[in-house]
Nanobody, 122 residues
Framework: QVQLLESGGGLVQAGGSLRLSCAAS????????MGWFRQAPGKAREFVAA????????YYPDSMKGRFTISRDHARNSVYLQMNGLKPEDTAVYYC???????????????WGQGTQVTVSS
């Protein structure tokens, strides 16, 4: 079984930054890609970013490009999401997830963390 644990969420003012972390542990076999999603109350889960096993390929929806950056550290089995220029509409629970492929579709992901709350005040 694979466990994913997110951290780094919190309350920040509009225009501020946060760095989310996600640590993977457990029986992680083979090469895997990682992704970040978010879900605001009453809304569907939304794709934020994904990164390949090598870290050379990253994937963002157009709405996230330029403000969010995904990265990973194999030595720590971790993936990160640097978020800059935060807006109130970025308020959501942010989830990291593990997949065998770089994808924006949440159905492609096999394991999910519990999520970390990000709240952006205006």
């Amino acid at each position: 079984q694979v466990q994913l644990l997110e951290s780094g969420g919190g309350l920040v003012q509009a225009g501020g930054s946060l760095r989310l972390s996600c640590a993977a542990s457990g029986r992680v076999f083979s090469k895997y890609s990682m992704g970040w999603f978010r879900q605001a109350p009453g809304k569907a889960r939304e794709f934020v970013a994904a990164i390949s096993w090598s870290g050379l390929d990253t994937y963002y929806p157009d709405s996230m490009k330029g403000r969010f950056t995904i990265s990973r550290d194999h030595a720590r089995n971790s993936v990160y999401l640097q978020m800059n220029g935060l807006k109130p509409e970025d308020t959501a629970v942010y989830y990291c997830a593990l997949s065998s492929t770089v994808a924006g579709n949440p159905l492609e992901y096999d394991y999910w963390g519990q999520g970390t709350q990000v709240t952006v005040s205006s």
